[in-house]
Structures are given as C-alpha cells and as structure tokens.
C-alpha cells in the first residue's frame, strides 16, 4: 500500500505539472506530502524511510528539476523532521494536517533562501507568499483525500485480519 500511495502521489505530480500552468493556483507538491502520509508505516523502521524519501528525491530531481540531488537532500530533510516531530505527537489528521503545511511552508523557504544565495532568483515577498498560498490550497484537499484514503485501507486490513484469524481460531 505505501507504494501505491508513493506512486500515485509522483503519477498526481507529473499529471497537474504536465497540464497547469506554474501560475496558477494548483502547485502540487504530492510527492513531498506523500512522505507525511505513509509515516505511520514507517515509524520502527526510520532508515528505511530515510532510504526512500531519499531515492524519492532524486528521482523529483531527475524527472521535474534537473538538479541533481537538491531534492533528494531536501525530502530527506523533511523525512528526518516529520520522524521527529511525529516521535513527540499523536498521528491523527489534524497534526498530519499541521504538519504537511508546515512542511510546504519550510519546503517553498528553503528553495527560495536557496535560488536567491545562488543568484537565480530576485526575493520578491510576493512571488514568495503566493507560492506558499497557492501550494496550501492543491495540497490541503490532496493531504486529506489521501490521508483518509490510507486510514480506511489500514483499518480495513486490521480488520480483514482479525477476521481471519478469529476463522482459523474457530476452526482448531
């Protein structure tokens, strides 16, 4: 299932970066949220979530940047601070919720801190606050869809699972 969810987040990323216009309101950023959403999974399990938000990065930059390993180094960023700020909290929708938006909030800062120390870019507060803006707005009704999406599919298969093994119980 956190392939599914990995591979329909990138798939939703190429499909809405393919088709809309940069200057719209819909700047997706399912692949970055998707390491928020299949945390719980992974939470005995941390190098194995850093491994794959890091091969996950680098294959956002071969696919959509040309920057080699930016975003490889920056999901897994954000992989270590969703691990440690979720070790301190509850998983339950409203933290994953504050969580992803403040994720997209460091995300858009640190490419913009970084475009601007390079040179490739002027600080322009409005260009600035209208992608962080822009980017809440797509990815706010992508994080709960998929957030309730996963929840139910977990909680089915907990529940498929003590049915069967209620069934093998009984029959012993």
Known sequence: MIYIVLLSSFLLDDILLCTVSPHTVLQPLCTLLSLVIIYPYFRQSKKFYYSIAFLLG????ISYTNTLFL???LFLGVS????????YIAID????????MTIIWLYRTVLAVFFVLLGMSMWQWSIYFQSIVSSILWNSL???VFYFW??????????HKYRVDKIEKVEK
């Open 93 to 100: 929708f409203m933290n994953t919720y504050l969580v992803g």
């Open 71 to 73: 975003h490889a180094l």
């Open 58 to 61: 680098a294959l956002y930059d």
């Open 142 to 144: 992508y994080l709960a």
């Open 150 to 159: 996963v929840t139910k599919l977990r909680q089915y298969k907990k529940m």
């Open 80 to 87: 270590y601070l969703v691990h440690t700020i979720f070790h």
